[in-house]
């Protein structure tokens, strides 16, 4: 990096920013449980952003390259000319890049094999049943050395872990066989049985959608929503007030903004907080060299801060950039027994959920839900919901139980009403 910094000073640019992460990975790959490959990878990826401005310094274009390790410095010095050209082609309105952050952290040698046996000892724990059976999965786990560089001033590195499992798993019902593929991502201080436990959770979805039958169509259902897909449903309320939407209209929030009148509905408190346990976002700075902070983004239904980039939140004259790696959701005021006192749809699997962030429309095809009829519990599939969140926002309940999917605590389940179910006539 201290070449390319070299070369930088000496090409008469407006501004740069460098971001290098270095990756060293521990790779294990299975077929059902016996070790088919075990790979280790280091790699360095280096970004570079340059910036060009016009002569009165209204105007700031830029342009974004990964420099390679094998580049000779004439070649890298080309590479900044071309980028050059390319940033006076997309002009946009002058921001300035953070400045004067320092921190730094030494590199850490983390023990990745002992990692990689902690999460390859939970799953071979699981032993195949009657119906189901591990057909094959892959382990991940990594360490991340991370430098944000630029000429304003911004010194920065630290350390970061994460792994990721990826696991298929088929499941044979009589003459039926479905295939459910889940992943897991998590910190490197998810302990095992955490890991084992969310596995057999898999197994036993597994087997009830080997069972399940094409649910009917219903009108104006009481319908649950519960499972990972819960992320998505409230990262929208992220998205919405993030500065780059608001500053092209493409949403209309604003902060102090009231966005849950009603007097029958759990109201959303969604805070954003630097570190939580066994989470692969924990990072001191994004990207651009902001620091992370803990700090509220919707109070008990009302925004109150604002999300974004350096770029957006300028325009639209922020004193500061908010930035953290990880999101709580507080809980209800409903347990998930109080809401399964009535009949309902449980829809705790979707084969693509989905959330337009700018129409507010939500919903997808499922594939595994649990309908109680008033007497008993049915495994059903192939339906599907369309809903808005404008229209579900003053009739909502959350669970008081939540649960943690790597990055985001959520409530565990969502109580919806009056939804039209799309399925068999």
Same mark, same amino acid.
């Given at each position: 990096m201290e070449d390319l910094i070299?070369?930088?000073?000496?090409?008469?640019?407006?501004?740069?920013?460098?971001?290098?992460?270095?990756?060293?990975?521990?790779?294990?790959?299975?077929?059902?449980?016996?070790?088919?490959?075990?790979r280790i990878n280091t790699v360095t990826h280096t970004k570079l952003t340059v910036y060009v401005d016009n002569e009165d310094k209204s105007k700031r274009?830029?342009? =974004? !390259?990964?420099? #390679?390790?094998? $580049? =000779?410095?004439? $070649?890298?010095?080309?590479? @900044?000319?071309?980028?050059?050209?390319?940033?006076?082609?997309?002009?946009?309105? #002058? #921001?300035?890049?953070?400045? !004067?952050?320092? #921190?730094?952290?030494?590199?850490?040698?983390?023990?990745?094999?002992?990692?990689?046996? &902690?999460?390859?000892?939970?799953?071979?724990?699981?032993?195949?049943?009657?119906?189901? !059976?591990i057909n094959s999965y892959e382990i991940f786990v990594n360490r991340d050395y991370i430098k944000v560089v630029n000429s304003q001033g911004v010194d920065i590195a630290y350390n970061k872990t994460d792994e990721m499992v990826e696991i298929? @798993?088929?499941?044979?019902?009589?003459?039926?066989?479905?295939?459910?593929?889940? +992943?897991?991502?998590?910190?490197?201080?998810?302990?095992?049985?955490?890991?084992?436990?969310? @596995? +057999?959770?898999?197994?036993k979805k597994a087997n009830d959608r080997s069972k399940a039958i094409p649910v009917k169509k219903m009108h104006k259902m009481h319908v649950l929503l519960s499972g990972s897909d819960l992320k998505e449903f409230f990262n929208y309320f992220a998205d919405r007030i993030n500065t780059q939407l608001i500053?092209?209209?493409?949403?209309? &929030?604003?902060?102090?903004?009231?966005?849950?009148?009603?007097n029958e509905t759990d109201k959303i408190t969604l805070k954003a907080v630097t570190k939580l346990p066994c989470s692969s976002m924990n990072m001191p700075y994004n990207g651009e060299g902001v620091?992370?902070?803990?700090?509220?983004?919707?109070? &008990?239904? $009302?925004?109150? *801060?604002?999300?974004?980039?350096q770029m957006y939140s300028y325009y639209l004259h922020l004193p500061s950039v908010n930035f953290a790696g990880n999101f709580i959701v507080e809980g209800g005021s409903k347990t998930i027994a109080q809401m399964k006192q009535e009949p309902y749809l449980d829809i705790v699997q979707f084969s693509s959920f989905q959330v337009d962030v700018i129409t507010g429309d939500l919903g997808g095809e499922f594939r595994l839900a649990y309908y109680y009829?008033?007497? !008993?519990?049915?495994?059903? =599939?192939?339906?599907?919901?369309?809903? *808005?969140?404008?229209?579900?926002?003053?009739?909502?309940y959350l669970s008081k139980e939540t649960k943690q999917y790597n990055n985001w605590?959520?409530?565990?389940?969502?109580?919806?009403?009056?939804i039209d179910v799309a399925g068999q006539e």
């Open positions: 070299r070369i930088l000073q000496s090409c008469h640019l407006d501004d740069y920013q460098i971001v290098q992460k270095e990756t060293v990975s521990h790779q294990a790959f299975f077929i059902k449980q016996q070790l088919d490959q075990h274009g830029s342009s =974004t !390259k990964e420099i #390679y390790p094998q $580049e =000779t410095e004439e $070649e890298i010095r080309q590479d @900044i000319e071309n980028m050059k050209f390319n940033a006076l082609l997309a002009m946009n309105p #002058y #921001y300035p890049l953070v400045a !004067k952050q320092t #921190y730094h952290e030494e590199k850490e040698e983390f023990d990745l094999v002992d990692a990689l046996r &902690n999460v390859i000892s939970a799953v071979q724990s699981i032993e195949d049943t009657a119906t189901e !059976k298929v @798993i088929n499941s044979l019902n009589k003459d039926h066989e479905v295939e459910v593929y889940h +992943m897991i991502e998590a910190g490197a201080d998810q302990k095992a049985e955490a890991i084992r436990q969310d @596995i +057999m959770e898999v197994f500053y092209t209209g493409m949403s209309q &929030n604003k902060v102090h903004e009231q966005i849950q009148k009603g620091k992370a902070e803990d700090f509220t983004v919707l109070d &008990n239904g $009302e925004y109150v *801060n604002y999300l974004g980039n009829d008033g007497e !008993k519990v049915i495994p059903v =599939t192939a339906g599907s919901i369309t809903v *808005n969140m404008n229209d579900i926002l003053e009739h909502m605590v959520v409530p565990q389940t969502v109580e919806l009403f009056g």
